[in-house]
Structures are given as C-alpha cells and as structure tokens.
C-alpha cells in the first residue's frame, strides 16, 4: 500500500533524542519554529486532488496550507493558512461523539455506535451489512449517522442547538454553518440517506433517518479553521478542558474513550498505518482538515485541500508525521529512565 511518509518526513535525529513523548513541549520559541520550517518544507508538495463528489469543496484552493498547535496551557502557535475557513466535515464525527457519550455514557454508545475499525472506505454499505446491521464506529458515516441519532432533544431544533453549542465550547468560540457547503451536501447526500434508511431498517439508528441525516450534514457543514482544530483537540488532551476559555466541555473519561475511539479509526481504514508512523489520534476530513493530538500535551490542526485516495490531507500527514517527532508527540516513543530518575525494586 502507498505510503505518502518516508524518512524525509522523520525529524533529525538530535531533535527526536531533545523532543520525547513524556513530558512538556519544547520553548514557545521552538515550536513556532519548528511549524515555520515544516510549512515551508511541505508547502511544494502538489501530490493529490481536491474534493469533489461534494460540488462546493471543489472550488478550494489547493495552494491554502495552514499550521496550528495549540498547548494544553493555552498557547497557540499558527503559520500559514491557520485562519482560513473551511467546513469541519467527517472531524465533526470526533466531537459529536465525546457529547454524545458525555450524555449517554461509555457502554452505552460502545454498544449502540461501537468502537472497532471496519477496514472498509468510510461511506461503506457493505461494512453494515457484514456487521448484521451495526455501525461499527462513530469514525465513519454509517456510525456518525448513528451517533447524530442519539443526540438528545425533543426536537430537530434543540438537537441542532445541542450540537452547535457543544462545537463551539470545544473551539472556543460561536461557529456558524457555511450555508453554500451545506445546500451542496444537502443535494448530493444520497448515499448518506441510504446508509441512515439502511440502520433505520435494522434498528440501529434511534431517531428520523431523513431528520438525523439533516443534522448530520448540517454539523459537516460548520466552518472552522486550523487554529479551531488545533483548540478543539487541545481540549481532549487537557481532560476535557478548554485551554484558552477555562471551560471543561467533557469530563477527562470522555475525552480517553473518544481519544481510543480516534486512535482505532480515526484516519478510516488508514488508522494502523497512522498509528504505525505517527502515533497520536487524529481524525480527518474531505475539506483538508486533519487535527491530531498528543494527550497531556496539546493538539496539532492542519489544512491543506488535496487529498489521498482514503481521503486525508497529503500535506496535513507529512507535517504530522514531521512534528510527532520533532515535538515529542508521538505516544509510543519513549526513552529509558535515566539513572535516578526512579528508584528500583
């Protein structure tokens, strides 16, 4: 399988040995200079293509490319396209699930939604069907779709205020809805229609498919920008608190199953090569966002339009794969205890 990572995306040598996955980031001074050169080092790389099986996101510029992480002690470091708008598409699918399993609990969305990959594209109607009707994981449509159905509320309107509202307080600030991308997504979603008329018929989705898959598409459609992605996964990492506002949004247990539920699938049936070279939970989406984060430490949001073939940002891997190394971010890189960090015995 294609790989869009080598070692020329692996950090120097003497920066991995200075950048371990315990403890801090580096200086404020070298994180914005370590996303400086890492912007500047991938931004020639043409590999890709735009979205365009939803007519609106194939008018995106593929030259845009913006870098933010933001620290779990509130900071934010941004070069490039950083403030750009975009539509949060399928990362919507991370965040609506940590609210929804705030209000309903672990088990219950591990049982209604579940948690395992499907290795399967992520709008797959196969991957239901050889699940005898389950959606598997929030990560792809059929379990977003699912997720969106369990979203609380009376009514279409205050299930939409609900999720709005919870997409803000994890970016700290009011988002709104791109009303071009949504009326696009709202002509073309067929498949999504059917994969919600498909649950429905096995009693997997809880709610109205023709309502929920309107919600579904609505939160797809809510602009954000790389420094957005960046504090909304910033949040996960600190326990749930949002590090620029002071608001706990989740409870630090939602936060670790929606990180494990990231770490499984987030990249689609890509998640074992992401894990494998990068190490952090991520999730992406068709617009070119990409947002990965490193628990306890902060979160990385990328945007760059040109996709792979799975769907993910070309440019948005490269860099995370560079910085998961460079900035100590990758979970399964360690180095020994020196001696008398711990006693023994």
């Not at 370590?34 to 080092?41: D, F, K, S, V």
């Not at 991938?42 to 007519?55: F, K, M, N």
């Amino acid at each position: 399988m294609e790989t869009l990572h080598n070692d020329e995306d692996a950090a120097p040598v003497g920066v991995q040995e200075a950048a371990v996955s315990t403890g801090s980031l580096p200086a404020p001074a070298d994180v914005q200079g370590l996303l400086a050169a890492t912007h500047e080092r991938y931004q020639q790389d043409r590999r890709g293509a735009v979205a365009d099986y939803i007519p609106a996101l194939a008018a995106a510029d593929p030259d845009l490319f913006g870098l933010s992480l933001a620290a779990v002690d509130g900071a934010v470091h941004s070069v490039g396209d950083a403030t750009v708008e975009f539509s949060i598409q399928s990362i919507s699918k991370a965040f609506l699930f940590a609210l929804v399993d705030s209000e309903l609990g672990h088990e219950t969305v591990r049982q209604a939604v579940g948690v395992n990959n499907t290795g399967l594209p992520f709008d797959s109607v196969m991957a239901i069907e050889l699940n005898a009707g389950r959606p598997m994981n929030a990560m792809v449509n059929a379990g977003a779709i699912a997720t969106t159905g369990l979203v609380p509320g009376s009514t279409g309107d205050e299930r939409w205020v609900f999720i709005l509202d919870g997409l803000s307080a994890f970016a700290g600030r009011d988002l709104h809805v791109d009303a071009e991308v949504y009326r696009s997504e709202t002509a073309s979603n067929g498949r999504n229609r059917s994969i919600a008329g498909l649950l429905r018929s096995y009693g997997s989705l809880a709610a109205d498919p023709h309502e929920t898959v309107d919600l579904y598409t609505r939160q797809c459609s809510v602009k954000v920008t790389a420094e957005d992605l960046a504090v909304m996964g910033a949040t996960l990492a600190h326990g749930g608190v949002n590090p620029r506002t002071g608001q706990r949004v989740v409870e630090p247990s939602v936060c670790r199953d929606t990180l494990a539920a990231l770490a499984a699938s987030g990249l689609y049936e890509r998640s074992g090569d992401w894990l494998y070279e990068i190490g952090m939970p991520g999730k992406s989406g068709v617009s070119g966002g990409l947002v990965t984060i490193s628990p306890g430490k902060g979160a990385l949001g990328s945007f760059s339009p040109p996709l792979d073939p799975a769907g993910n940002s070309v440019r948005g891997q490269r860099a995370a794969h560079y910085l998961s190394s460079a900035l100590g971010l990758n979970l399964f890189a360690s180095r020994p205890l020196a001696s008398g960090d711990a006693s023994s015995g």
